[in-house]
Protein backbone atom coordinates (compact mmCIF):
# COMPACT_ATOMS: atom_id res chain seq x y z
CA UNK A 1 0.00 0.00 0.00
CA UNK A 2 1.21 3.26 -0.57
CA UNK A 3 1.75 5.87 2.12
CA UNK A 4 -0.84 8.01 0.84
CA UNK A 5 -4.26 6.54 1.67
CA UNK A 6 -6.91 7.37 -1.02
CA UNK A 7 -10.13 8.05 0.76
CA UNK A 8 -13.30 5.92 -0.81
CA UNK A 9 -16.36 8.00 -1.91
CA UNK A 10 -19.78 7.76 -0.09
CA UNK A 11 -19.92 4.07 0.24
CA UNK A 12 -23.59 3.28 -2.13
CA UNK A 13 -25.11 0.71 -4.30
CA UNK A 14 -24.69 1.38 -7.86
CA UNK A 15 -25.42 -1.85 -9.44
CA UNK A 16 -28.33 -1.04 -11.67
CA UNK A 17 -28.70 2.86 -12.38
CA UNK A 18 -32.11 3.33 -14.41
CA UNK A 19 -31.86 6.37 -16.36
CA UNK A 20 -35.48 8.10 -17.69
CA UNK A 21 -35.55 10.83 -19.64
CA UNK A 22 -36.59 14.23 -17.78
CA UNK A 23 -39.28 15.31 -20.51
CA UNK A 24 -41.54 12.17 -19.46
CA UNK A 25 -42.69 12.73 -16.39
CA UNK A 26 -45.15 9.68 -16.73
CA UNK A 27 -42.27 7.90 -16.24
CA UNK A 28 -41.04 9.24 -13.41
CA UNK A 29 -43.42 6.92 -10.88
CA UNK A 30 -42.61 3.78 -12.07
CA UNK A 31 -38.74 4.48 -12.08
CA UNK A 32 -39.02 5.41 -8.52
CA UNK A 33 -41.54 2.01 -8.12
CA UNK A 34 -38.48 0.23 -9.90
CA UNK A 35 -35.77 -2.11 -7.44
CA UNK A 36 -33.30 0.74 -9.27
CA UNK A 37 -29.90 1.55 -6.90
CA UNK A 38 -29.63 4.37 -8.66
CA UNK A 39 -32.26 6.71 -10.67
CA UNK A 40 -30.79 9.38 -12.87
CA UNK A 41 -32.96 12.11 -14.86
CA UNK A 42 -32.02 13.16 -17.54
CA UNK A 43 -32.06 16.41 -18.27
CA UNK A 44 -29.09 15.70 -21.35
CA UNK A 45 -28.92 13.99 -24.65
CA UNK A 46 -32.43 12.50 -24.08
CA UNK A 47 -34.40 15.70 -24.06
CA UNK A 48 -34.56 17.58 -27.34
CA UNK A 49 -33.60 21.41 -27.04
CA UNK A 50 -36.96 22.67 -27.13
CA UNK A 51 -37.91 20.52 -24.35
CA UNK A 52 -35.25 21.51 -22.25
CA UNK A 53 -37.02 24.07 -20.27
CA UNK A 54 -39.78 21.98 -19.83
CA UNK A 55 -37.59 19.28 -18.73
CA UNK A 56 -35.96 21.33 -16.11
CA UNK A 57 -39.08 22.46 -14.52
CA UNK A 58 -40.60 18.46 -14.38
CA UNK A 59 -37.25 17.50 -12.60
CA UNK A 60 -37.35 19.77 -10.36
CA UNK A 61 -41.07 18.94 -9.21
CA UNK A 62 -40.46 15.25 -9.31
CA UNK A 63 -37.30 15.95 -6.56
CA UNK A 64 -40.07 17.51 -4.61
CA UNK A 65 -42.80 15.63 -4.88
CA UNK A 66 -42.26 12.04 -5.88
CA UNK A 67 -41.90 9.64 -2.86
CA UNK A 68 -38.21 7.79 -4.41
CA UNK A 69 -37.99 5.64 -1.64
CA UNK A 70 -34.44 4.30 -0.12
CA UNK A 71 -32.78 4.86 -3.93
CA UNK A 72 -30.83 7.88 -4.72
CA UNK A 73 -31.54 9.99 -6.89
CA UNK A 74 -29.19 11.66 -9.44
CA UNK A 75 -29.89 14.17 -12.24
CA UNK A 76 -27.69 14.24 -15.57
CA UNK A 77 -27.49 17.99 -16.59
CA UNK A 78 -26.53 19.45 -19.42
CA UNK A 79 -22.99 19.42 -21.06
CA UNK A 80 -20.18 22.80 -20.51
CA UNK A 81 -20.55 23.27 -23.90
CA UNK A 82 -23.92 24.19 -23.45
CA UNK A 83 -26.04 26.95 -22.59
CA UNK A 84 -28.00 24.55 -20.51
CA UNK A 85 -25.79 23.73 -17.59
CA UNK A 86 -25.74 26.77 -15.33
CA UNK A 87 -29.49 26.82 -15.34
CA UNK A 88 -29.98 23.16 -14.63
CA UNK A 89 -27.25 23.54 -11.85
CA UNK A 90 -28.90 26.59 -10.51
CA UNK A 91 -32.62 25.40 -10.11
CA UNK A 92 -31.81 21.97 -9.28
CA UNK A 93 -30.07 23.24 -5.99
CA UNK A 94 -32.12 26.50 -5.64
CA UNK A 95 -35.42 25.20 -5.67
CA UNK A 96 -34.76 21.21 -4.42
CA UNK A 97 -34.06 19.62 -1.10
CA UNK A 98 -31.84 16.74 0.20
CA UNK A 99 -33.95 14.14 -2.39
CA UNK A 100 -30.95 15.51 -4.72
CA UNK A 101 -27.94 13.04 -3.87
CA UNK A 102 -25.94 13.48 -7.13
CA UNK A 103 -25.46 15.70 -10.42
CA UNK A 104 -24.63 13.76 -13.39
CA UNK A 105 -21.82 15.71 -15.71
CA UNK A 106 -21.53 14.44 -19.34
CA UNK A 107 -18.53 14.23 -21.82
CA UNK A 108 -16.25 15.75 -19.14
CA UNK A 109 -13.36 16.35 -20.96
CA UNK A 110 -10.47 17.82 -17.95
CA UNK A 111 -10.41 18.57 -14.21
CA UNK A 112 -11.70 22.17 -14.92
CA UNK A 113 -14.94 20.96 -16.30
CA UNK A 114 -15.46 18.98 -12.85
CA UNK A 115 -14.13 22.82 -10.98
CA UNK A 116 -16.54 25.14 -12.71
CA UNK A 117 -19.67 22.73 -11.64
CA UNK A 118 -18.26 22.29 -8.08
CA UNK A 119 -17.73 26.30 -7.85
CA UNK A 120 -21.66 26.43 -8.77
CA UNK A 121 -23.01 24.02 -6.67
CA UNK A 122 -20.65 25.37 -3.60
CA UNK A 123 -21.86 28.80 -4.12
CA UNK A 124 -25.83 27.90 -4.27
CA UNK A 125 -25.09 25.06 -1.16
CA UNK A 126 -23.43 27.91 1.11
CA UNK A 127 -26.28 30.50 -0.27
CA UNK A 128 -29.24 28.23 0.20
CA UNK A 129 -27.82 26.86 3.76
CA UNK A 130 -28.04 23.21 2.00
CA UNK A 131 -26.33 20.91 4.84
CA UNK A 132 -26.39 17.66 2.47
CA UNK A 133 -23.54 18.08 0.12
CA UNK A 134 -24.36 16.57 -3.61
CA UNK A 135 -22.09 14.09 -4.66
CA UNK A 136 -20.80 14.12 -8.66
CA UNK A 137 -21.25 11.58 -11.69
CA UNK A 138 -18.89 11.62 -14.26
CA UNK A 139 -19.46 10.34 -18.01
CA UNK A 140 -16.54 9.64 -19.52
CA UNK A 141 -17.12 9.37 -22.93
CA UNK A 142 -14.95 11.74 -24.93
CA UNK A 143 -11.21 10.90 -26.02
CA UNK A 144 -10.24 13.99 -24.13
CA UNK A 145 -11.95 12.87 -20.83
CA UNK A 146 -10.30 9.48 -21.56
CA UNK A 147 -7.06 10.91 -22.08
CA UNK A 148 -7.08 12.88 -18.95
CA UNK A 149 -9.36 10.30 -16.85
CA UNK A 150 -7.06 10.40 -13.68
CA UNK A 151 -7.30 14.64 -13.15
CA UNK A 152 -10.97 14.44 -14.08
CA UNK A 153 -11.17 11.51 -10.96
CA UNK A 154 -9.42 13.29 -8.86
CA UNK A 155 -10.89 16.86 -9.47
CA UNK A 156 -13.30 17.03 -6.77
CA UNK A 157 -14.27 15.69 -3.33
CA UNK A 158 -17.62 15.71 -4.11
CA UNK A 159 -17.03 12.99 -7.16
CA UNK A 160 -18.71 9.31 -6.38
CA UNK A 161 -18.22 7.42 -9.60
CA UNK A 162 -16.91 7.10 -12.96
CA UNK A 163 -19.26 6.01 -15.88
CA UNK A 164 -18.32 4.50 -19.25
CA UNK A 165 -20.50 6.73 -21.95
CA UNK A 166 -19.99 4.28 -25.09
CA UNK A 167 -21.85 5.51 -27.66
CA UNK A 168 -20.50 9.42 -27.24
CA UNK A 169 -17.22 7.50 -26.79
CA UNK A 170 -17.63 5.70 -29.66
CA UNK A 171 -18.53 8.97 -32.10
CA UNK A 172 -15.48 10.64 -30.32
CA UNK A 173 -12.91 7.97 -31.33
CA UNK A 174 -14.91 7.59 -33.90
CA UNK A 175 -14.60 3.94 -33.63
CA UNK A 176 -16.71 2.42 -36.90
CA UNK A 177 -20.14 0.87 -35.27
CA UNK A 178 -23.14 2.47 -34.76
CA UNK A 179 -24.28 0.06 -31.88
CA UNK A 180 -24.62 1.47 -27.98
CA UNK A 181 -22.35 -0.70 -25.76
CA UNK A 182 -22.20 -4.02 -27.92
CA UNK A 183 -19.57 -5.94 -29.48
CA UNK A 184 -18.49 -5.38 -33.33
CA UNK A 185 -18.00 -8.24 -35.62
CA UNK A 186 -15.43 -7.01 -37.32
CA UNK A 187 -13.35 -6.73 -34.34
CA UNK A 188 -11.79 -9.85 -33.78
CA UNK A 189 -9.02 -12.33 -34.80
CA UNK A 190 -8.47 -15.29 -37.11
CA UNK A 191 -6.31 -17.87 -35.83
CA UNK A 192 -3.05 -18.96 -37.57
CA UNK A 193 -2.93 -20.87 -40.58
CA UNK A 194 -1.84 -24.52 -39.03
CA UNK A 195 -1.55 -27.60 -41.12
CA UNK A 196 -4.44 -29.62 -40.52
CA UNK A 197 -6.59 -27.21 -38.40
CA UNK A 198 -9.50 -25.23 -39.36
CA UNK A 199 -9.12 -21.74 -38.77
CA UNK A 200 -11.87 -20.32 -36.44
CA UNK A 201 -12.44 -16.73 -35.93
CA UNK A 202 -13.05 -14.81 -32.66
CA UNK A 203 -14.73 -12.03 -31.20
CA UNK A 204 -13.12 -9.54 -29.12
CA UNK A 205 -14.19 -6.94 -27.05
CA UNK A 206 -13.68 -3.72 -28.81
CA UNK A 207 -14.23 -1.77 -25.26
CA UNK A 208 -11.80 -3.43 -23.57
CA UNK A 209 -8.95 -0.72 -23.18
CA UNK A 210 -11.21 1.86 -22.23
CA UNK A 211 -13.68 0.04 -19.37
CA UNK A 212 -9.82 -1.33 -18.49
CA UNK A 213 -8.91 2.06 -18.35
CA UNK A 214 -11.92 3.71 -16.43
CA UNK A 215 -11.92 0.49 -13.72
CA UNK A 216 -8.16 1.96 -12.83
CA UNK A 217 -8.58 5.54 -13.06
CA UNK A 218 -11.53 5.17 -10.92
CA UNK A 219 -10.22 2.93 -8.10
CA UNK A 220 -7.12 4.91 -7.92
CA UNK A 221 -9.64 7.86 -6.73
CA UNK A 222 -11.57 5.63 -4.67
CA UNK A 223 -14.59 5.78 -6.92
CA UNK A 224 -16.85 3.46 -8.12
CA UNK A 225 -16.23 2.51 -12.06
CA UNK A 226 -19.85 2.09 -13.64
CA UNK A 227 -20.73 0.09 -17.21
CA UNK A 228 -23.01 2.79 -19.79
CA UNK A 229 -25.92 1.87 -21.40
CA UNK A 230 -26.87 -1.56 -23.61
CA UNK A 231 -29.35 -0.09 -25.89
CA UNK A 232 -30.98 -3.05 -27.11
CA UNK A 233 -33.18 -3.47 -24.51
CA UNK A 234 -35.12 -6.74 -26.13
CA UNK A 235 -31.85 -8.44 -26.26
CA UNK A 236 -31.25 -9.80 -22.31
CA UNK A 237 -28.54 -12.32 -22.96
CA UNK A 238 -26.53 -9.33 -24.55
CA UNK A 239 -27.12 -7.44 -21.86
CA UNK A 240 -25.61 -9.85 -19.53
CA UNK A 241 -22.57 -11.28 -21.76
CA UNK A 242 -21.47 -7.16 -21.51
CA UNK A 243 -22.68 -6.50 -17.49
CA UNK A 244 -20.45 -9.40 -16.92
CA UNK A 245 -17.55 -8.91 -18.77
CA UNK A 246 -17.27 -5.18 -17.34
CA UNK A 247 -18.02 -6.65 -13.82
CA UNK A 248 -15.56 -8.71 -14.01
CA UNK A 249 -13.31 -6.27 -14.94
CA UNK A 250 -14.03 -4.28 -11.39
CA UNK A 251 -17.40 -2.37 -12.42
CA UNK A 252 -19.76 -1.86 -9.95
CA UNK A 253 -22.34 -1.45 -12.18
CA UNK A 254 -24.02 -0.92 -15.40
CA UNK A 255 -26.98 1.51 -16.30
CA UNK A 256 -30.08 0.69 -17.75
CA UNK A 257 -32.02 2.56 -20.39
CA UNK A 258 -35.02 0.21 -19.45
CA UNK A 259 -37.22 -1.33 -16.76
CA UNK A 260 -36.05 -4.52 -17.94
CA UNK A 261 -32.60 -4.04 -17.57
CA UNK A 262 -32.55 -3.43 -13.64
CA UNK A 263 -33.53 -6.65 -12.63
CA UNK A 264 -30.64 -8.14 -14.51
CA UNK A 265 -28.12 -5.23 -13.60
CA UNK A 266 -29.01 -5.94 -9.59
CA UNK A 267 -27.99 -9.91 -10.30
CA UNK A 268 -25.32 -9.33 -12.45
CA UNK A 269 -23.70 -7.31 -10.18
CA UNK A 270 -24.68 -8.68 -6.62
CA UNK A 271 -21.54 -11.70 -5.91
CA UNK A 272 -23.61 -14.74 -5.51
CA UNK A 273 -24.21 -17.09 -2.59
CA UNK A 274 -21.59 -19.70 -3.48
CA UNK A 275 -18.78 -16.62 -4.07
CA UNK A 276 -19.98 -15.16 -0.56
CA UNK A 277 -19.48 -18.47 0.89
CA UNK A 278 -15.88 -19.25 -0.42
CA UNK A 279 -15.24 -15.36 0.64
CA UNK A 280 -15.91 -16.33 4.24
CA UNK A 281 -13.93 -19.50 4.04
CA UNK A 282 -11.02 -18.01 2.62
CA UNK A 283 -11.51 -15.51 5.32
CA UNK A 284 -11.43 -17.61 7.98
CA UNK A 285 -8.48 -19.71 6.27
CA UNK A 286 -6.55 -16.30 6.26
CA UNK A 287 -7.13 -15.13 9.85
CA UNK A 288 -5.86 -19.30 10.77
CA UNK A 289 -3.01 -18.33 9.11
CA UNK A 290 -2.35 -15.29 10.54
CA UNK A 291 -2.68 -17.08 13.80
CA UNK A 292 -0.06 -19.37 13.28
CA UNK A 293 2.36 -16.68 11.59
CA UNK A 294 1.89 -18.09 8.16
CA UNK A 295 1.82 -15.72 4.75
CA UNK A 296 0.54 -18.48 2.14
CA UNK A 297 -1.54 -21.57 2.78
CA UNK A 298 -3.06 -23.61 0.65
CA UNK A 299 -6.97 -24.23 0.76
CA UNK A 300 -8.51 -26.53 -1.68
CA UNK A 301 -5.18 -27.31 -3.31
CA UNK A 302 -4.77 -23.84 -4.13
CA UNK A 303 -2.67 -20.80 -3.07
CA UNK A 304 -4.24 -18.08 -1.22
CA UNK A 305 -2.31 -15.07 0.68
CA UNK A 306 -2.56 -11.81 2.08
CA UNK A 307 -4.00 -10.47 -0.79
CA UNK A 308 -6.41 -13.02 -1.12
CA UNK A 309 -8.34 -11.45 2.15
CA UNK A 310 -8.95 -8.20 0.53
CA UNK A 311 -10.60 -10.19 -2.60
CA UNK A 312 -12.70 -11.89 -0.12
CA UNK A 313 -13.61 -8.77 2.23
CA UNK A 314 -14.69 -6.64 -0.78
CA UNK A 315 -17.02 -9.92 -1.59
CA UNK A 316 -18.41 -10.07 1.90
CA UNK A 317 -18.50 -6.18 2.15
CA UNK A 318 -20.75 -5.67 -0.98
CA UNK A 319 -23.09 -8.94 0.19
CA UNK A 320 -23.57 -7.17 3.53
CA UNK A 321 -24.46 -3.99 1.68
CA UNK A 322 -26.83 -6.02 -0.27
CA UNK A 323 -28.48 -7.27 2.62
CA UNK A 324 -28.33 -4.08 4.40
CA UNK A 325 -30.78 -2.65 2.02
CA UNK A 326 -32.78 -5.68 1.51
CA UNK A 327 -32.33 -5.09 -2.54
N1 LIG B 1 -37.97 4.47 -16.91
C1 LIG B 1 -39.14 4.08 -16.37
N2 LIG B 1 -40.11 3.43 -17.06
C2 LIG B 1 -39.84 3.16 -18.37
C3 LIG B 1 -38.65 3.54 -18.97
C4 LIG B 1 -37.68 4.22 -18.20
N3 LIG B 1 -36.50 4.59 -18.72
N4 LIG B 1 -38.65 3.12 -20.27
C5 LIG B 1 -39.83 2.51 -20.45
N5 LIG B 1 -40.56 2.54 -19.31
C6 LIG B 1 -41.89 1.93 -19.08
C7 LIG B 1 -42.90 2.28 -20.17
O1 LIG B 1 -43.59 3.46 -19.83
C8 LIG B 1 -43.79 1.07 -20.16
O2 LIG B 1 -44.65 1.16 -19.04
P1 LIG B 1 -46.13 0.49 -19.07
O3 LIG B 1 -45.91 -0.98 -19.14
O4 LIG B 1 -46.74 0.96 -17.78
O5 LIG B 1 -46.79 1.05 -20.30
C9 LIG B 1 -42.83 -0.08 -19.85
O6 LIG B 1 -41.72 0.53 -19.17
C10 LIG B 1 -42.34 -0.78 -21.10
O7 LIG B 1 -41.79 0.18 -21.99
P2 LIG B 1 -41.68 -0.06 -23.57
O8 LIG B 1 -43.01 0.16 -24.23
O9 LIG B 1 -41.01 -1.38 -23.79
O10 LIG B 1 -40.65 1.07 -23.99
P3 LIG B 1 -40.95 2.43 -24.75
O11 LIG B 1 -41.10 2.13 -26.20
O12 LIG B 1 -42.05 3.18 -24.05
O13 LIG B 1 -39.60 3.24 -24.51
C11 LIG B 1 -37.34 3.90 -24.73
C12 LIG B 1 -38.36 2.79 -25.01
C13 LIG B 1 -35.96 3.40 -25.11
C14 LIG B 1 -37.68 5.13 -25.58
C15 LIG B 1 -37.42 4.24 -23.22
O14 LIG B 1 -37.17 3.05 -22.52
C16 LIG B 1 -36.49 5.33 -22.76
O15 LIG B 1 -36.75 6.50 -22.99
N6 LIG B 1 -35.37 4.98 -22.07
C17 LIG B 1 -34.46 5.91 -21.46
C18 LIG B 1 -33.63 6.64 -22.49
C19 LIG B 1 -32.58 7.49 -21.81
O16 LIG B 1 -32.72 7.92 -20.69
N7 LIG B 1 -31.47 7.74 -22.55
C20 LIG B 1 -30.38 8.50 -22.00
C21 LIG B 1 -29.36 7.66 -21.38
S1 LIG B 1 -28.52 6.60 -22.53
MG1 LIG C 1 -23.62 10.56 -23.79
New binding site residues.
Given amino acids: MSFRIVEQATARLNRSE ?4 GS ?1 P ?3 E ?2 AR ?1 AADI ?2 L ?1 L ?3 VAPDDKDQARRHVVSALNDVDWGDRAVSV ?1 VNGLDTGYMYRDVIDLLEQTGDRLDLVMIPKVGNASDVYAVDVLVSQVEQAKGRTKPVGFELIIETAQGMANVDEIAAASPRNESLHF ?1 V ?1 DYAASTRARTTS ?1 GGPHPDYGVLTDLLEGEERAYHWGDMWHYAISRLVVAARAAGLRPID ?2 F ?1 D ?1 SDPHGYRAQGNRSGVLGCEGK ?6 QVPLANELFSPSEQDVAQGRRILEAMHKAQREGAGAVALDGRMIDIASIKQAENLVRKADQIRGSAG
Fill in positions: LSVPRELFKASVVDEDARGAIGPGFWAIHPS
